[in-house]
């Protein structure tokens, strides 16, 4: 119990636990608690109870009980902290930061250029000092002239569902709908694997998931295999940008610390992700639930007030020193479970979403091309709302039989009001860009990490590789190219040409690593041009299961090396193309001499398809046996085998 009391977590807890039990009337109790440590720290000087002493990672700091003062005056910073560590290292970052001041209310971090602690009392409060002069922050390295900023939202799980930009008329999207009209909107943009960690380390390093080894959830990372490649951030960060970022812009773990210091400036710590589940059933993700009180608990609220800080240090920066800016915002809705307020969930009716009406499995496809999931409907209360009484019910879908309509009414009821939730908080981050006046000096890029079934093919999921888990929407406002502005393009994009393709619009310097993604920057002087690209290319592996549609099964610790199969797909302006090859998980090879376990191939005859705008016509029959198309399955197959070639 003495070891427990010495934890420096429970010295954590104990400055909120203490003041809480005394404002209940339980001050005996907190007495109890407190007397406890003080035994229990008795000759030890370095692990002093919470009243007072110095934490041995942060320096010194103070646990006020009763209340914490604040320097309102001399305040340079207030932002949304992870916890008040990071508050701390914000301020040991920081050279013009004398004292700062963690308010666990609202989890808002104060630094101010003021050593002492004077000005209005705020309840439950860690707040600390310099013990030492700073020691100078090294100049960054010299920007270059005209360098335009960079405000770049990664959203998660989103397929393409606005309101104007994408055509989904049953989608709520103010926000996202503005910046479209004054946006490029690409019809045409692909992840290289549909699931959040190949995807992110994809587009964050600037390789293809077959370079970076990186083929599920796992925590390994592209720093496993190249741990001095230079990231997208970190290319801004080494031509004299600021850059910050919060969110799920990297995948958790993946790599670890958020890639701190390498990729992030370290005037700010880096705004960390969350897990953030329905409070009544926290242990799935395949569930939802609308929430009444107040927005701070969600945490995109919290990620957009931090972002919001961010853009005001970036602001007096850009003031003093002209100093460009690249801030990163990884959005965590709508990706599972679907947590939203509840004036959210009132936008839509349920009885009112359509449904898919492409429920059936794609014809003649093959059933290892499915994904297989389970989700939980909770109980609805008298306004039809989630969270009334009763059980939750559990779905399993299959490639043989649609589920419950309701259910997937209510399914997609969810997935729109979060969709919806994260237009508001990319609103604020916008409006707050404004009035800023940095609006017009900032290129500001919003996609998805990968795209989303909703019931199509009675699938809920992404991890697949057909059209609607590999497309995602991508907004890209560029001032300084008015061509692009409010005009679209069908080029076929990639989410891995997107560091080199921002680094030319900011006017940096060409990236110096070997960067697998293309530089399609010339599509916003001529959206119509689509001669940038030929092919978009994406891949998804399965296991090996004695059921067929259950290869998807690649959960668990060293799932890369179950993987059997790995399928590959290719996109042209007229069709995808999906081979299923043998793949050696142990050399992380294919086997192409064995040829093709299977294949897939879909029309997307720009006279005809009409999937780009409505997906119930997306890839309803696999069309690889036609004899008419053989020729094309010859030529995609080749540049199968050329882009993915060992």
Known sequence: LARVFASPDFLMMMGVLVPWLRRIGLSVVAMSLLA??????????????????????????????EHCVWTPKNQIANFTSYSYRDCCAACKANPDCQSWYFIIFDTSCRLSSDSAMQGKPTDKCYSGGRSQPPSPSPPPPPFPKNALNVLYFVVDDFRPEMHDAYGQSQLITPNLDTLASESLVFDHAY????????????????????????????RVSFRDVGPNWITMPEHFKKHGFLTLGGGKTYHPNSPPDWDEPKSWSQEFPYYRFHMSHCPDFTAELGTWCALNGTLDQFYDYRLANSTMAFLDYAKQQRDATQRPFFIMAGMRRPHGPWKVPTQYWDLYNTKDIKLATNMNYTKDAPLLAYFATSFWRPPTDASGRPGGPGNYQMYNTTPFEPIDFQAQREARHAYYAAVSWTDSQVGRILNHLKKLDLYDSTIVVIHGDHGYHLGEHNMFHKFTNFELTARTPLLMRVPNKPKSIGTRTKVLAELVDMYPTLARLANTPSPTDDLEGTDISSVFDDPADTSSKEFAFSQYPRCVGATPWLYNNCGGAGSSKKLGLMGMTVRNSTLRFTAWVPWDPMSQKTNWTAGPYAVELYPHDPALDHCSDDFNTCENANLAKMPKYANAIETLYKAIKKRFQD
Do not use: L, W, Y
Not at 49 to 56: K, L, Y
Not at 210 to 215: E, L, S, Y
């Open 36 to 65: 406890a440590c003080t035994q229990a720290h008795q000759g030890n000087a370095t692990r002093p109870c919470p009243q007072d002493g110095e934490h041995d990672m942060c320096g010194p700091f103070r646990i006020s009980q």
């Open 191 to 218: 992840c290289q694997m549909a699931v959040c960690s190949p995807s992110r380390n994809s587009f964050m390093s600037g390789r293809r998931p077959k370079t970076t080894r990186v083929f599920t959830n796992n």
